[in-house]
T-cell receptor, first 112, second 114 residues
Framework: DAKTTQPNSMESNEEEPVHLPCNHS???????IHWYRQLPSQGPEYVIH???SNVNNRMASLAIAEDRKSSTLILHRATLRDAAVYYC?????????????FGQGTILTVHP | ETGVTQTPRHLVMGMTNKKSLKCEQH?????MYWYKQSAKKPLELMFV???????ENNSVPSRFSPECPNSSHLFLHLHTLQPEDSALYLC?????????????FGSGTRLTVV
């Protein structure tokens, strides 16, 4: 499976935008890019996913590089509740979709 | 509340005990998963069930025994565990294993083996 590389940790101030990067230089043409986050004492929760085009939903935006070798999860206005571990995951597709394989993720700290 | 309920939330068991973890979802999902999250390690996929059939066993020791009686319920039976099995056990579900739907996770069972 193609791997992703994320910074171990990032910090942000409340109400400021946060850009969480993810490198996936060995991504294949049929891999979807998924983002999940895990708040303290909870299981992971789905944030967003995309293939080639940028995606927006109520939680965040996903910006995908033109060559698809990197992507950025954008939280437009961080709140204290956004403090979590953020996982960037490549999900293979084809005749069926691969399982979600989690890496270490990025620990996001949000300061008041 | 995510729609995936795991019980108990916390469990302490001795190495000779037998216990079971329960996972329940009423989201209409047909695929269910067990993950293990140990301290300082990424989540590890253990088992996958799709339409009640086991489709993946990720080389999990036989002291962990899953059971999926229907698409809404998933159990993890535990016996003769080791202290290194102490971890957060997470259950997840999705519409269908083979399709590109997101996973919904429960809050997990924190297991301590003494």
């Amino acid at each position: 499976d193609a791997k992703t590389t994320q910074p171990n940790s990032m910090e942000s101030n409340e109400e400021e935008p946060v850009h969480l990067p993810c490198n996936h230089s060995t991504i294949s043409g049929t891999d979807y890019i998924h983002w999940y986050r895990q708040l303290p004492s909870q299981g992971p929760e789905y944030v967003i996913h995309g293939l080639t085009s940028n995606v927006n939903n109520r939680m965040a935006s996903l910006a995908i590089a033109e060559d698809r070798k990197s992507s950025t999860l954008i939280l437009h206005r961080a709140t204290l509740r956004d403090a979590a571990v953020y996982y960037c995951i490549l999900r293979p597709s084809g005749t069926s979709y691969g399982k979600l394989t989690f890496g270490q993720g990025t620990i996001l700290t949000v300061h008041p | 509340e995510t729609g995936v309920t795991q019980t108990p939330r916390h469990l302490v068991m001795g190495m000779t005990n037998k216990k079971s973890l329960k996972c329940e979802q009423h989201l209409g999902h047909n695929a269910m998963y067990w993950y293990k999250q140990s301290a300082k390690k990424p989540l590890e996929l253990m088992f996958v069930y799709n339409f009640k059939e086991q489709t993946e066993n990720n080389s999990v020791p036989s002291r962990f025994s899953p059971e999926c009686p229907n698409s809404s319920h998933l159990f993890l039976h535990l016996h003769t565990l080791q202290p290194e099995d102490s971890a957060l056990y997470l259950c997840a579900s999705s519409q269908d294993e083979a399709r590109n739907y997101g996973y919904t996770f429960g809050s997990g069972t924190r297991l301590t083996v003494v």
